[in-house]
Structure formats: structure tokens, C-alpha cells
T-cell receptor, first 112, second 114 residues
Framework: GESVGLHLPTLSVQEGDNSIINCAYS??????FIWYKQESGKGPQFIID?????DKRQGQRVTVLLNKTVKHLSLQIAATQPGDSAVYFC???????????FGQGTTLQVKP | DTEVTQTPKHLVMGMTNKKSLKCEQH?????MYWYKQKAKKPPELMFV???????INESVPSRFSPECPNSSLLNLHLHALQPEDSALYLC?????????????FGQGTRLTVV
């Protein structure tokens, strides 16, 4: 499958391959992280979340990995489908202020 | 009902106009947010309301004025905007408290300032 070690704005994968989207977060005190999917002209849609006391969480076809040592988050999508084409954002929550702050986003393009 | 409803979906306004964006949720969420999103950029936090009180203002210009009339409604009043304020304005809500709960987003209002 396709993956990126550092954040890249665009990831292009073949239908059926696995995708890995990476995100670096900024605040070591953040206690909760969310991956959102945003399709053109729509609001962000929840995909999966993870709390800071976990390293990994699995959903349907998606897995989120959290590495607090290097402040890194990744989203793995298994058997990527054309309907997965969208912009993917990670978001971190500051426990003190209650802010939910978004990362830069990665555009996932799925080739048929 | 897990929806956050924003109206209008599209808005075109002149720089001397006054308009308002509306957001409504009936999930009992006590934290509500306004975000601004420019094309190909992540949403940027503008305001946070907690239990109907403004808790965070991210140094937003005063031409944007938020209001939370009750626990289900959030407004954003706009006055004397500039063309660079054209963007997608997103509202979100989440339960207050608890370590981790997702924020639900509306579909946004596409604002064009002419």
C-alpha cells in the first residue's frame, strides 16, 4: 500500500490498495485526537478517534495509530475505495481550553 | 438526531451589509464552535461557547460577533466584512466535559463578500 512518512498534501493510491495518512500534532498535552473526512462542499465528517492513553484503535476498514513520543498520528485505510477520495484532517483537543485544532490536511485521490 | 444544521447554505453580501449565520443542534451539546475555512486549508477556530458563555475568542476581528441565545442555537453576526472574509463558515458542537468526544460539524455556510 501507499504511505507517507512525513505529511504530504496529496496522496494518490490505486483502488484496493491500503492508504496511510500521517499527521504531526503540536501540543504534548492534547488528550484526544480525531480524524475527519471532508468531501468537497461539505463539513468535516467523523471517521475515528483515539484518546491519549491508547496507542491504536480500529474501526471498520480504518485504524488510527498514536505515537506520543514523537507527537505523530496516522490513519490507515484498508482496501481503499473511490468513495474514500476526500481531504483528511487530524484534529487534537487541548484538555485545558477545550479547543479542537486541525492539522493541515491530506487530499486522498483514489485511482480506479 | 445527530445533526448540526447551518443556514443559509450560501450567502453573498456587500461590504456595508449586516447579515447573520445560524447554527442549530438538538443533541444536548453544551460546547459549540465557529470555524472559518479557506479553500484547501484546514478549519481555523474562531469562537468557542461553553454552557452558552463565550469561553474562547481566537483574536477574531470585531466585525464578527457571535451570540448563543440558548443551548441549541449559535449565531454569527457579520458587519462591514472584507472580501478576504469570504470563506466556508463551519459550526460544530460536542458534549461538554469528558476526555474524548467527537465534535459534530454542520455543512457550513459558503460566504462571499463582494
Amino acid at each position: 500500500g501507499e504511505s507517507v512518512g512525513l505529511h504530504l498534501p496529496t496522496l494518490s493510491v490505486q483502488e484496493g490498495d491500503n492508504s496511510i495518512i500521517n499527521c504531526a500534532y503540536s501540543n504534548s498535552a492534547s488528550d484526544y485526537f480525531i480524524w475527519y473526512k471532508q468531501e468537497s462542499g461539505k463539513g468535516p465528517q467523523f471517521i475515528i478517534d483515539i484518546r491519549s492513553n491508547m496507542d491504536k484503535r480500529q474501526g471498520q476498514r480504518v485504524t488510527v495509530l498514536l505515537n506520543k513520543t514523537v507527537k505523530h498520528l496516522s490513519l490507515q485505510i484498508a482496501a481503499t475505495q473511490p468513495g474514500d477520495s476526500a481531504v483528511y484532517f487530524c484534529a487534537e483537543k487541548d484538555p485545558g481550553a477545550g479547543k479542537l485544532i486541525f492539522g493541515q490536511g491530506t487530499t486522498l485521490q483514489v485511482k480506479p | 438526531d445527530t445533526e448540526v444544521t447551518q443556514t443559509p447554505k450560501h450567502l453573498v453580501m456587500g461590504m456595508t451589509n449586516k447579515k447573520s449565520l445560524k447554527c442549530e443542534q438538538h443533541m444536548g451539546h453544551r460546547a459549540m464552535y465557529w470555524y472559518k475555512q479557506k479553500a484547501k486549508k484546514p478549519p481555523e477556530l474562531m469562537f468557542v461557547y461553553s454552557y452558552e458563555k463565550l469561553s474562547i475568542n481566537e483574536s477574531v476581528p470585531s466585525r464578527f460577533s457571535p451570540e448563543c441565545p440558548n443551548s441549541s442555537l449559535l449565531n454569527l453576526h457579520l458587519h462591514a466584512l472584507q472580501p478576504e472574509d469570504s470563506a466556508l463558515y463551519l459550526c460544530a458542537s460536542r458534549p461538554q466535559g469528558g476526555q474524548g468526544t467527537e465534535a459534530f460539524f454542520g455543512q457550513g455556510t459558503r460566504l462571499t463578500v463582494v
